[in-house]
Nanobody
Framework: QTQLVESGGGLVQPGGSLRLSCAAS????????IGWFRQAPGKEREGVAC????????NYANSVEGRFTVSRDNAKNTVYLQMDSLKPEDTANYYC????????????WGQGTQVTVSS
């Protein structure tokens, strides 16, 4: 059974940090690029970051460049999103997706983890 499970979300104050995890199972994880997305209520889904299957390439949305870092551990079938200097506008449901092509079409999607940035 193909599965992507996000974890690590929660409530954090502005300026704080969180690390999200995306644990994969049921497919050849090390062959797939992974993307992180977010969606806030009433807003369109936004691509946040993506990482190639071998970690050689990463890409970030302008809104998070310099604050977020995506990484992966293929031995653990897990991708991480380190989020620093969080802002209230980062509040959203964050979820990961897997696809065979870097920063392109995604085949598998997780359910998401909620991140709330508020004082």
């Amino acid at each position: 059974q193909t599965q992507l499970v996000e974890s690590g979300g929660g409530l954090v104050q502005p300026g704080g940090s969180l690390r999200l995890s995306c644990a994969a199972s049921g497919f050849a994880f090390d062959h797939y690029a992974i993307g992180w997305f977010r969606q806030a209520p009433g807003k369109e889904r936004e691509g946040v970051a993506c990482i190639s299957s071998n970690s050689a390439k990463t890409n970030y949305a302008n809104s998070v460049e310099g604050r977020f870092t995506v990484s992966r551990d293929n031995a653990k079938n897990t991708v991480y999103l380190q989020m620093d200097s969080l802002k209230p506008e980062d509040t959203a449901n964050y979820y990961c997706a897997a696809g065979l092509y870097y920063c392109s079409v995604y085949d598998y999607w997780g359910q998401g983890t909620q991140v709330t940035v508020s004082s």
